[in-house]
């Protein structure tokens, strides 16, 4: 069975990344579909399926971050309709995030159900889905929870495979080197380093109580030091919220590239990960949460991810839970000390990092089971 990747890029994309978009196919492991403009893609899309359905004994597509209505359209279509399968994956839950999203409120939450005026924005995304969801010939879904939210919702069995999203642990691991390179880059060897990354222009990243929860903790551990890695987009934004927050002064935000996060991250001391407890982070595993993991650091989090990940933390020893209303009191910064004590023990560090690449990667990298999967579906009459 083979398989490869897909694009359909708008022409005048196409034309200003050339090269680079040759380069791409010249690997053997891309396919691009060229097309002039928005209102054709369908066609496009159809024609280039029938076509591979027509000449060949079967077609199966996996679907991932655009409408899938071209291909249910045309496994409606007869004799060609019968050779192609259709694979639908979602990396998080969209009517849950049309929610948190449009009716955004900090404290104590953002609302679970729509309001009133969203009502008909909300039923129309989940009518549309829960239908490309019926007519998939499975679904690739994030984690148990996520399974479980669909079946709810069908109110039927699902033919699902879990496919989280992790880190690489060949590419994020603890380097005790590195650590102390960049310590001393910063200017940092004797603080209490508590590190965030990724963007905070998406509101479920809870920039602003982010910033105000670190100006609490530092009342408390004067140390304290915050380390922000962030978009090259969004360095203003975090700058300012820092500002905000009084923060200036035991701060430091960069924005690095992927290949040294990791070093990075070796250089904090613990992570912090504070989303608000809502169905639409409770279904998803974040990677940015595997890769704090993966570099062998532990989090302050509320635990708003899928329970597996929850579950290796408290097992890990590598996480300190708290409310996400991020209330700081005695108790909390007693377990913070506990947790500090661990974080600063290269050994402990390491065992973490390779913990983490046991039970996410190597015999339990979630790719053994989609690859089956894919199989199974591929070959079924």
């Known amino acids: 069975m083979s398989a490869w990747v897909l694009a359909f890029v708008p022409e005048a994309l196409y034309i200003e990344h050339q090269e680079r978009y040759q380069e791409v196919?010249?690997?053997?492991?891309?396919?691009?579909?060229r097309v002039p403009?928005?209102?054709?893609?369908?066609?496009?899309?159809l024609l280039f399926f029938l076509n591979e359905a027509f000449f060949t004994k079967g077609v199966l597509v996996h679907v991932l971050r655009t409408d899938p209505s071209p291909v249910i359209r045309l496994k409606q279509w007869p004799i060609v309709g019968k050779k192609i399968r259709y694979v639908l994956e979602y990396e998080g839950d969209m009517p849950s995030e049309c929610v948190y999203q449009s009716a955004y409120v900090e404290s104590p939450r953002p609302p679970v159900e729509p309001p009133l005026e969203l009502r008909p924005v909300y039923d129309n995304l989940l009518h549309s889905q829960q239908n490309h969801v019926r007519q998939a010939d499975g679904v690739v879904l994030m984690s148990q929870e996520h399974v479980e939210l669909w079946?709810?919702?069908?109110?039927n069995q699902l033919k699902a495979c879990l496919l989280p999203t992790l880190a690489d642990p060949k590419r994020i691991y603890f380097d005790e080197h590195k650590r102390s390179e960049i310590r001393t880059q910063l200017g940092l060897s004797d603080r209490i380093v508590l590190v965030y990354a990724g963007n905070v222009i998406c509101k479920w990243q809870r920039l602003d109580a982010m910033c105000r929860f670190i100006a609490r903790l530092a009342e408390q551990i004067p140390n304290v030091w915050f380390l922000a890695l962030v978009r090259l987009d969004d360095l203003q934004l975090a700058k300012a919220a820092i500002s905000r927050h009084g923060l200036e002064q035991r701060s430091t935000i960069k924005h690095v590239t992927a290949d040294v996060v990791a070093d990075y991250l070796s250089s904090a001391d613990l992570a912090i990960f504070l989303r608000h407890i809502h169905?639409?982070?409770?279904?998803?595993?974040?990677?940015?949460?595997?890769?704090?993991?993966?570099?062998?650091l532990p989090v302050i989090t509320t635990g708003a991810n899928a329970a597996i990940i929850n579950k290796f933390i408290r097992e890990s020893q590598a996480g300190l839970f708290i409310d996400d209303s991020l209330p700081i009191n005695e108790s909390i910064i007693a377990e913070l000390d506990a947790l500090l004590d661990r974080s600063q023990k290269p050994g402990w560090r390491v065992e973490l990092s390779l913990k983490t690449a046991e039970c996410f990667g190597g015999e339990n990298d979630p790719f053994r089971t989609y690859a089956p999967f894919i199989r199974k579906i591929a070959e079924q009459g």
Request: glycine residues 10%.
């Open 25 to 33: 196919v010249s690997a053997g492991l891309t396919k691009i579909v």
């Open 37 to 45: 403009s928005e209102s054709k893609l369908n066609r496009r899309v």
């Open 151 to 155: 079946e709810s919702r069908l109110k």
């Open 279 to 296: 169905p639409m982070n409770l279904v998803v595993t974040s990677g940015k949460l595997g890769e704090y993991l993966a570099a062998g």
